[in-house]
Every structure is written in C-alpha cells, then in structure tokens.
C-alpha cells in the first residue's frame, strides 16, 4: 500500500480475516474533529465512527472521567455491585424517561436483549403459547452482526452461509404502515425498526409512519422497539430521533455514542412491564454495567447535555443540507438526513469513488451503500470546520 503503510496493512492483511475493507489510511492520532495519518496527514472525520464519537476524539471530559475511575474500580462483574452503575442507570433513566436500562456493551448486544425481552414479555406478558413469539423487523435495516440480529437482516451478504437463523422473524418493508399491520398475527410480540436506517443509506421515513406504526403496535398489543444505536444521543437534532416524529416507544436501544467514542457502552431501556420479565440467571454480561462503562457513560451523556450537541446538530445540520443542496450537480439524486447524519445519494454506484477521492483532499467519510456516502461529523464540529469539509466536497463534486 502506499505511503509506506504496508508495514500496518500487511499484518493486518496477515492475522485478520478480510470481514472490513477499510479505506486506504493508516491513522495514528486524532483530537476533536481531525485525525492524523502515520505521516502526519491530517483529515476532518465525516463519519466519526459510524456516530460512536458524536463528541470528538478524546474528548478532555470524558477521557478525565475514564482516567479517574481507572484509579480507582475498572471491573467487578455483576457478581458483586459497585458504586457508580446506579448513577449511570438514573442518568440514563431520567434522559430516556423508561423506568429501567439494562446495560450492556456494544450495540448488537443491545438489540440481543432487546429480542429476548419481547420473546419473554410474549410469554409472560402478552400470553403467547411456549415457542411461538414473532418479532417484525424492517426490510434493509441494520440492527448488528449477532445471530440474533442478522436473523432480522435482509440482507444477502449479512445472511448467506450463516444460517439456520433465528425463526419467526417477519420482515416487511420500512415506511410502510400497512405492510407492518398485515404482517401482525396473534402470536407478533414486537417491532423492531430504525426511526431512520443509517446503514441501509440514511433513509428517512414519511412523516406520518411512525405516528401510524405507534398506533398499530398500541391497537395490537405489540411492543414497539426503536433502535437508536446510530440516531440517538443527540445525532438527528434531537436527543432522540423518534422525537422529531411526536412518538414514544415501548423499548429504546442505544449504543455508539454513550461510550463517548472510547469505551463500548450500550443499553436496552424499557419501562417496569416489559424489564421485570429479566429475573435473575435468565440475562447478563461479564463487562456490562461496569464501573469504567458507568463512568464513560455519566460523562458521555453529560457532554451531550452540557455542550447542546442536539442543538449543534440541528442547526449545522439544516445548514450543511443547504449548502451541500446548493452546489450539486446534475450527478445527484438526493441528499437527505436529519440533523448531522446526511446521506448524499448519486444516480450512479460511484459513493465508494467519491470517498477515495475526499480521503485524498483531506476528508474521511465512507459510502454506506453502492450510491450513497455518508456525512456524520463529531458533533462538535464548528461551521469553520464545516465550511473547511463542505469546500472539500464541492472541489471533489466539481472535479
Ligand atoms: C442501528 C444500529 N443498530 C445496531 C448496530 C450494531 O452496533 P455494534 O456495531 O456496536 O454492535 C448498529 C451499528 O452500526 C446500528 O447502526
């Protein structure tokens, strides 16, 4: 590889299986919004870990609360309590509005949890028969790489050579209400969706979709369950991007973002009816809810709070709309998002060209399918910064 990164690439190419194809860049430093290269390059990161660091690289706040708890607890188990994961819990608790979060670690497990809490509340809950709970989810969404959640993909290259997959897993089209409410049967339990699917090319719903899915999960007893692991904690212009759509759920997950962009932190929130069915033995995990997780999190969703990171995003993000709306060409098909996530979609498969040709300009973003390239800056970014980022891609467009 060029730039003399073969001696990082080549071990990697070596001891790694080929599961990403990263973009041709070795990274050693980065600090707010920018990254270094090995040879001191310097980039502004437009995708920020796919929304996991929302506050920057290193952010001072955070790294001080992680250092400071490194002093003291790191790791207890759920053997044993500790005296910050309560703290987290009613932070966590009070943002969200549910009664209880479990917490886990990375995004996939919260979905797991997810899925095992709608199976059991349909057992003990809704009186479901033993073995006969179905789960919805929506065509082209991205919930994770588990068993579990690859079972809700409908995605070939998610899917193909790891079956069996899980069953009673129905999949009907996003934005489409009807297609949910024909989909139910008695034995439906839960809905799991995006409020908008990042993965999938940021696609942004109807206005009217989640308000009529609230309502036909309600008229059919069905739990609804908004995967915000991408959107949430401030991303869209708001806290969370089902506001933006006047609803609420009956479960939430989060991850990326509430470990601050140095620590894996997630949690499923949910309100006492559907969390109560968890008794002790039936769910867990070795590193979740751990003191150093506790402490990143408190700090993560302080920084959100503290700096108005949904604020930021909503008025950076209409204006980076505007302005990249401004400029493109004829190339372009749409762009799209809310708040600082922005898919710019192509009429033709070129979004991973595009990406290599920013990376050389000095901007880091990544093609999130064949046409689509993904914007979503730390959002702390500042509108010089921004402005810097949207001169890059108006050259790149130009060229
Ligand atoms: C909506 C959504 N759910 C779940 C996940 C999985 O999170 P993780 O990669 O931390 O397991 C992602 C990751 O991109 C996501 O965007």
Redesign the pocket.
Known sequence: MAGGWSKYTDKVDKYCPKNYEPLPVVLEKGEGVFVWDTNGGKYIDMLSA?SALSHGHRHPDILKAMSDQCEKLTLTSRAFHNNIMGDFLEKLCNLTGFEKAMPMN????A?ETAMKAIRKWAYDVKGVPENKARIIAAANN????TSG?ISMSSKAASTTGFGPLLPCIDIVPFDDARALEAAIRPETAGFIV?PIQ??GGVIVPSDDYFPAVREICDRNNVLLCI?E??TGLARTGRMFCFEHYGIRPDML?L??ALGGGVY?V?AMCADDEVMDVFTAGTHGSTFGGNPLAAAVGIASLDVIEHENLAGRAAELGDYFIGRLSGFADSSIKEIRGKGLLIGMEFKVPKAHEFALKLLKRGLLAKDTNAATIRFAPPLIIDKNTLDEAIAIIANVLKN
């Open positions: 796919y990375t995004g996939a497990e979905v991205f919930h994770g790489r959640a995006e990042g993965e995967d692991i991408q997950t991850g990326k894996p997630s």
